[in-house]
């Protein structure tokens, strides 16, 4: 699997958009993005996935550059249960769809 | 619709000891996946299960092992328990190998 690179820390103002960028050059061209966030000592919770175009679902948008060496997942109105350790990785559908985790980027919303 | 579930929700065990932890699948899932996450980390990959088999394994020993039912239901067992393997344990489970995996809350295993 593709590594990701994540920034380790970010702020965002309550009510502004998050953009949460991730860095993945090396992804192949089977293997897509997931996005997943963890509030503390809870599960992992999946938000939004894509191969090659951008995606939006409740949740959130991403948006995967043409070359696909990178993405940006966006919440559009970030609140204060939005803080939390969101995790980018590249997944191959033919590894199982096995989830390595990296160390993800710490958002905190502030009021 | 229930989600993923595990039991128990917390757990201390000692040294040496064994202990078999429980995950019930998302309605309509078949595969089950267990990851290992250790304080201030992001998890690790211990194996999964479909058709009631070990699919795929990552880098744990023996002493971890697992059993999938016939109802898709998992457990995960660890033999001879060591101080290191406290942690919380997820499981994850997926409509089929390929398909996008949902987590469960967790156990919580404090080992002394």
């Known amino acids: 699997d593709a590594k990701t690179t994540q920034p380790p820390s970010m702020d965002c103002a309550e009510g502004r958009a998050a953009n949460l960028p991730c860095n993945h050059s090396?992804?192949?061209?089977?293997?897509?993005v997931y996005w997943y966030r963890q509030i503390h000592s809870q599960g992992p919770q999946y938000i939004i996935h894509?191969?090659?175009n951008n995606e939006t679902n409740e949740m959130a948008s991403l948006i995967i550059t043409e070359d696909r060496k990178s993405s940006t997942l966006i919440l559009p109105h970030a609140t204060l249960r939005d803080t939390a350790v969101y995790y980018c990785i590249a997944v191959a559908p033919n590894a199982g769809n096995m989830l390595t985790f990296g160390g993800g980027t710490r958002l905190m919303v502030k009021p | 619709d229930a989600g993923v579930t595990q039991s128990p929700t917390h757990l201390i065990k000692t040294r040496g000891q064994q202990v078999t932890l429980r995950c019930s699948p998302k309605s309509g899932h078949d595969t089950v996946s267990w990851y290992q996450q250790a304080l201030g980390q992001g998890p690790q990959f211990i194996f999964q299960?479909?058709?009631?088999?070990?699919?795929q394994r990552g880098n744990f020993p023996d002493r971890f092992s697992g059993h999938q039912f016939p109802n898709y239901s998992s457990e995960l067992n660890v033999n001879a328990l060591l101080l290191g393997d406290s942690a919380l344990y997820l499981c994850a489970s997926s409509l089929a190998v390929r398909d996008t995996q949902y987590f469960g809350p967790g156990t919580r295993l404090t080992v002394l």
């Open positions: 894509g191969l090659k």
């Open positions: 090396t992804i192949s061209g089977n293997e897509y």
């Open positions: 299960y479909y058709e009631e088999e070990e699919r």
